[in-house]
């Protein structure tokens, strides 16, 4: 199994940015797609960002495109969400999760493994 630790979260103003994190405790081989969902209470959870770690091609939602980057450091075995230009509706829990392709990227049923989410706070 693969496990995934997810830091970075915080509260900022509308406006600010963060950059997010996840760590894989063991190396994540190359085949693999990265991904970040995020939940808000009482919404569906909703898929962010994907990266397949073989080229680093990447895959947005259209809610966040243009604001949000996903990328990754090999050598650290880790992903990373820089969110910029954050909204109030940004607000979730956001999580990690790991895959191996190829996916349906926006299905969270596809990802087979899992962090515990990071708190994700934007205020006006």
């Known amino acids: 199994p693969v496990e995934l630790a997810e830091s970075g979260g915080g509260s900022v103003k509308a406006g600010g940015f963060l950059r997010l994190s996840c760590s894989a405790r063991?190396?994540?081989?190359?085949?693999?797609?990265m991904a970040w969902f995020r939940r808000d209470s009482g919404k569906e959870r909703e898929a962010v960002a994907c990266?397949?770690?073989?080229?680093?091609?990447?895959y947005y939602a259209d809610s966040v495109k243009g604001r949000f980057f996903i990328f990754q450091d090999i050598a650290k075995n880790t992903v990373y969400l820089q969110m910029n230009s954050l909204k109030p509706e940004d607000t979730a829990i956001y999580y990690c999760?790991?895959?191996?392709?190829?996916?349906?990227?926006?299905?969270?049923?596809?990802?087979?493994?899992w962090g515990q989410g990071t708190q994700v706070t934007v205020s006006l």
């Open positions: 999760a790991a895959s191996r392709g190829p996916v349906l990227w926006r299905q969270a049923t596809e990802f087979s493994y």
């Open positions: 063991e190396y994540v081989d190359r085949w693999m797609y």
């Open positions: 990266i397949y770690r073989a080229n680093s091609e990447s």
